[in-house]
T-cell receptor, first 117, second 113 residues
Framework: GNSVTQMEGPVTLSEEAFLTINCTYT??????LFWYVQYPGEGLQLLLK?????DKGSNKGFEATYRKETTSFHLEKGSVQVSDSAVYFC????????????????FGQGTILTVHP | DAMVIQNPRYQVTQFGKPVTLSCSQT?????MYWYQQKSSQAPKLLFH???????NEADTPDNFQSRRPNTSFCFLDIRSPGLGDAAMYLC????????????FGPGTRLTVL
């Protein structure tokens, strides 16, 4: 089956620190990989995505590279801000050969990030 | 520019009293999803529609039902809410392929008294 494992949180950083949130996956089929962010009291927003091996997704200073050899999609940001405090979810979507998954997502458990001034 | 709209944002109901949550979209996407999310846990998929084709997750309780009368609207009905059904309910839409992201609404926070 498909699964996503994220590093356990919560993660607490000072402003301008470097951020890494680890994400590894197992999948049958050909996965696309996503990072979603959820701010308090809101729905999820797509942060970035990568749809094939070696693709790099980037947005708002965040980056993640699809590594097929290590089945990983780690999220990084060089200098975090207080406004980055949120919950981050890694997720995958798989297209089955000869069928469709209708874009269903398998989520990791989420990582709570708190950034202090 | 709201793309996925959920109403109401906050819903309070009594134990056992039916409740309906609403979702609408302006994206004209084929697929609409309903999730249940508790605390800061990962969203749990309840069911989804591809057009009018309904797909239920195996572990979704019978207490949860859904309707999609047209492309734009989808409803979540909870027939007899229990205390354990208190959660955030998220609606999302997608074009439904492997590479397409899902677009989420802001959610409805359900409280059961």
């Amino acid at each position: 089956g498909n699964s996503v494992t994220q590093m356990e949180g919560p993660v607490t950083l000072s402003e301008e620190a470097f951020l890494t949130i680890n994400c590894t996956y197992t999948a049958t089929g050909y996965p696309s990989l996503f990072w979603y962010v959820q701010y308090p009291g809101e729905g999820l927003q797509l942060l970035l995505k990568a749809t094939k091996a070696d693709d790099k997704g980037s947005n708002k200073g965040f980056e993640a590279t699809y590594r097929k050899e290590t089945t990983s999609f780690h999220l990084e940001k060089g200098s975090v801000q207080v406004s980055d405090s949120a919950v981050y979810f890694c997720a995958l979507s798989v297209q089955y050969a000869g069928g469709t998954s209708y874009g269903k997502l398998t989520f990791g458990q989420g990582t709570i990030l708190t950034v202090h001034p | 520019d709201a793309m996925v709209i959920q109403n109401p944002r906050y819903q309070v109901t009594q134990f056992g009293k039916p409740v309906t949550l609403s979702c609408s979209q302006t994206l004209n996407h084929n697929v609409m999803y309903w999730y249940q999310q508790k605390s800061s846990q990962a969203p749990k998929l309840l069911f989804h529609y591809y057009d009018k084709d309904f797909n239920n997750e195996a572990d979704t309780p019978d207490n949860f039902q859904s309707r999609r009368p047209n492309t734009s609207f989808c409803f979540l009905d909870i027939r007899s809410p229990g205390l354990g059904d208190a959660a955030m309910y998220l609606c999302a839409t997608s074009r439904g392929t492997r590479t397409d992201e899902q677009f989420f609404g802001p959610g409805t926070r359900l409280t059961v008294l």
